[in-house]
């Protein structure tokens, strides 16, 4: 069983950065795929950005785009996403998530994902 701990968030003002960190149990994490989601309060969760096992492959949202950005060390098991010029709208819960099944590819979908951490609440006020 993967288990994935997120951690990093926080309260911040609007214009300020947030480093997450996510933590995989498991010493084979580098050959997973790996993203982040977020869920906003009554919204359905979304896509973030997401990162192909050796870091080759990157995909971001629109929205995240030139802002955040998603890293991995597969030495320490742990990927990461760094949040600048953070937004109101920025305000969720962020979750990572990590697959297997199809390791060169950066997905973008929840489907894509078996495993997910317990997320961690990133709040941004104006």
């Known amino acids: 069983q993967v288990q994935l701990v997120e951690s990093g968030g926080g309260l911040v003002q609007a214009g300020g950065s947030l480093r997450l960190s996510c933590a995989a149990s498991?010493?084979?994490?580098?050959?997973?795929?790996m993203g982040w989601f977020r869920q906003a309060p009554g919204k359905e969760r979304e896509f973030v950005a997401a990162?192909?096992?050796?870091?080759?492959?990157?995909n971001y949202a629109d929205s995240v785009t030139g802002r955040f950005a998603i890293s991995r060390d597969n030495a320490k098991n742990t990927g990461y996403l760094q949040m600048n010029a953070l937004k109101p709208e920025d305000t969720a819960v962020y979750y990572c998530?990590?697959?297997?099944?199809?390791?060169?590819?950066?997905?973008?979908?929840?489907?894509?994902?078996?495993?997910w951490g317990q997320g961690t609440q990133v709040t941004i006020t104006s």
């Open positions: 998530a990590t697959d297997y099944r199809r390791p060169w590819e950066a997905a973008t979908t929840t489907t894509e994902y078996t495993y």
């Open positions: 990162i192909n096992w050796n870091g080759g492959v990157t």
């Open positions: 498991i010493r084979t994490f580098g050959t997973y795929t």
